[in-house]
């Protein structure tokens, strides 16, 4: 059976084929629970915000542009959904400052186990913008242009972003 391609999923997903659009859940459920979780830090949260993202995709699969990386878009609307839930729990809760040992490997050594702890100990020291890209660049693997559209910001702020969240983390880290 020959796999289809996004394009046809997308375009019987616009009749409201919820079968179909299953298939490109599939595609990206992954990726997109591993951004919403370098995020919000909270797996339940991250399901959540990965669930609400692909729901909202799906409602608004008539506003998404052909022209564009179908994975941009649909990275732009898990990090508003992410960026909007750290807003709300940010009014009625403080944030705290969560470990996230499921991303590292269960085959590193204690070494490399304790260093990544440590790097995502201070990732999550930034502020949820920096963290976005910090996730996309080096998570995700995203281009400057993807996650300036992803972001809804110009591709210099990017650039900026990414800058201050290096230089943020290297001061954390020494």
């Keep these: 059976m020959q796999t289809q391609s996004e394009a046809e999923l997308i375009a019987q997903s616009l009749t409201g084929d919820t079968a179909t659009y299953a298939k490109l859940v599939d595609r990206y459920k992954n ?51 992410c960026l909007g839930y750290l807003q709300a729990k940010a009014k009625t809760i403080a944030a705290s400052d969560e470990l996230i040992a499921s991303i590292v490997s269960v085959h590193a050594t204690p070494h ?9 100990d201070a990732v999550h020291k930034l502020s949820p913008k920096h963290q976005a890209v910090i996730s996309l ?38």
């Excluded at 490399?112 to 995502?120: G, I, P, R, T």
Aim: hydrophobic share 45%.
């Design 137 to 174: 660049y080096y998570w995700q693997g995203m281009a400057y242009a993807d996650i300036a559209q992803t972001l809804g910001a110009p591709i210099n702020s990017v650039r900026i972003w990414l800058l201050r969240a290096k230089q943020r983390l290297r001061k954390e880290l020494s």
């Design 112 to 120: 490399e186990w304790a260093e990544a702890q440590e790097l995502h």
């Design 31 to 81: 990726a997109i629970y591993y951004h919403c979780f370098a995020i919000v830090r909270d797996e339940d949260a991250a399901e959540d915000m990965a669930q609400e993202a692909f729901i909202a995709a799906f409602y608004s699969l008539k506003t998404y542009k052909p022209q564009y990386r179908f994975s941009t878009w649909l990275f732009k609307i898990a990090t508003n959904k």
